[in-house]
């Protein structure tokens, strides 16, 4: 008897298995299937799925036989796997000087072989998909042309677990990866938020000052510094807003009263000027209220933001749907060319527009994210010099 020699690219052909993480898991019906239908076509008793580990021959299917292994040394697998060959076969393992006295012809009657060795994209050789017989034999060119085929279709089998596997830890790496960005990027803005609050408080005390010694270089630097500070404080806010939209989804739903939701957010974001009117039930039913006020801040901020008349106007409307909760956002403010509606709601997308502080890009584009994963969906209807009126829904 000869022992099988081992593949040169062992190391790495053993590595390769271990992506599979087939080694000692149970059977799968997926692998018995294909181990039946080759018995059954090739008319033999024993038909097996074979995965060769460093010291042994472990069986994923095993079909006519009780026991799921065998030391590899006496393997026919592992001479299977040696060759280039689509499928090795032995007629009659006891006139072959490699199996005479190999201990599986007297205790497993193990007399025909024929096996397909199973080599994955990379070129290794897994295993095989083979048959035992006890009796010396032949395979008729079909059978062979179905052995080989089969052998094929388990590889694909392997394949697909493969990636599966990739897909499910890359899965794992990349929620971990959200994880920890979300919590960089809120602790982060958390920090940043409080020195930027004191530069804006001390660039107002300082153009107080300035009233009492007119200088129009200090006042024009001070104007810039103050600029900037709020640009980069609605940065900070749309990055918090960014990362805690997924929070405001795992809000349970509630009954709200809209009258009470416009007074908190006029007395938030409207001053004196500023109108804000509601139209609709007095009761809304069965809604997420931190995601709705979320969208109604972020919308009626961007109606004051955008707006140059006199006396800014803004309405809300609520309309119950069937399915859907309705709100609509109205202005009367600067409004939106029509070539630019379609890229407001993209990520860092900014549309200038003359005396009006530019906006970070991420607000809308977060809100859309929301409304979209509340069931709903976002749109605008926009005349330059008229106003816009945004609409969206949030699925009951």
Do not use: W
Request: with cysteine; aromatic share 6%.
């Amino acid at each position: 008897m000869q022992s099988p020699k081992l593949p040169s690219n062992e190391r790495l052909r053993l590595d390769k298995l271990s992506e599979y993480k087939l080694l000692d898991t149970l059977p799968e019906e997926e692998f018995d299937n294909i181990t039946s239908l080759v018995a059954t076509i090739c008319d033999a008793p024993v038909s097996l799925i074979t995965l060769l580990d460093k010291d042994r021959n472990f069986f994923k299917s095993h079909h006519g036989i009780p026991f799921r292994e065998s030391p590899r040394d006496i393997s026919f697998c592992g001479h299977a796997i040696l060759g280039n060959d689509p499928i090795f076969i032995i007629n009659d393992a006891r006139l072959d000087e490699r199996f005479i006295d190999n201990p599986l012809i007297d205790t497993a009657n193990a007399i025909f072989y024929a096996g397909v060795p199973l080599i994955n994209p990379e070129g290794f050789a897994l295993g095989t998909l083979c048959v035992f017989d006890h009796k010396p034999r032949v395979l008729t060119e079909s059978q062979q042309h179905a052995l080989i085929t089969l052998g094929k279709q388990v590889v694909n089998s392997l394949e697909l677990r493969r990636q599966n596997l990739k897909l499910k830890a890359a899965k794992i790496e990349l929620t971990k990866h959200n994880i920890e960005l979300k919590k960089f990027a809120s602790h982060v803005s958390h920090d940043l938020k409080s020195p930027l609050s004191n530069i804006i408080s001390l660039t107002h005390l300082l153009k107080e000052e300035l009233k009492e010694k007119p200088s129009e270089v200090s006042s024009e630097y001070l104007d810039y510094i103050e600029e900037s500070a709020l640009i980069l404080k609605d940065y900070i806010d749309g990055i918090l807003l960014h990362y805690k939209a997924d929070e405001l989804l795992e809000a349970k739903k509630e009954d709200i009263q809209p009258n009470a939701l416009i007074e908190d957010i006029q007395h938030i974001l409207m001053t004196s000027d500023n109108t804000l009117s509601y139209s609709g039930a007095h009761a809304i039913k069965n809604i997420n209220k931190p995601a709705l006020t979320q969208i109604l801040m972020n919308l009626v901020d961007n109606a004051l933001k955008y707006n140059t008349s006199e006396t800014p106007k803004i309405k809300i409307t609520y309309v119950e749907e069937p399915k859907f909760h309705k709100f609509s956002v109205s202005d009367n403010g600067v409004g939106i060319e029509m070539n630019k509606q379609d890229l407001i709601f993209n990520l860092f997308a900014i549309i200038p527009h003359e005396n009006i502080k530019p906006s970070t890009g991420i607000g809308l584009s977060t809100i859309k994210n929301l409304v979209n994963k509340l069931g709903g969906d976002i749109s605008v209807k926009s005349e330059v010099g008229i106003g816009s009126v945004f609409t969206f829904t949030i699925a009951k």
